[in-house]
């Protein structure tokens, strides 16, 4: 975060805040460094287990696939037999991650929070976070 381009270009985490010790870090960063927005994507609980149950890990490549894409429909039948879910997507992992994050996003009090609507296109997400992102500049 020290680096020179993300001092003037800013900087984007993604799937951050699993536990209040994660909070507690934004709250005590150097000013000089802490966010100026912080976008949410909110989405319904069922939607979540729904599209967490149809990722795909290769654990060869490393890459991820969801279930009925057209990426993951074009797949050969050696690479479609190597996918395995990912470990972070099991019921258990996903009721604690959920539970976690109902806890901490309503206790997450800063001056620029942006709740999006997850269910939204990521293009349209995406123009929402340009749009505040220059606002806040």
Do not use: H
């Not at 934004?26 to 100026?36: D, F, Q, T, V």
């Not at 976008?39 to 890990?57: C, G, H, Q, T």
């Amino acid at each position: 975060l020290f680096r020179s381009d993300c001092m003037i270009n800013g900087w984007i985490v993604t799937g951050f805040r699993y536990n209040q010790s994660q909070i507690n870090f934004i709250y005590s960063m150097n000013p000089a460094l802490k966010p100026s927005l912080i976008a949410m994507l909110d989405m319904d609980e069922k939607l979540i287990r729904e599209k967490a149950s149809k990722i795909r890990f290769d654990p060869q490549t490393g890459k991820m696939y969801r279930i009925g894409s057209k990426k993951a429909i074009a797949l050969d039948e050696e690479v479609t037999q190597r996918l395995i879910p990912r470990m972070q997507d099991s019921e258990e992992r996903l009721n604690k991650r959920i539970e976690v994050w109902k806890k901490v996003s309503s206790e997450l009090v800063f001056k620029n929070v942006l709740v999006l609507n997850g269910e939204e296109k990521k293009k349209k997400i995406c123009e929402l976070i340009e749009d505040a992102v220059g606002y806040n500049s």
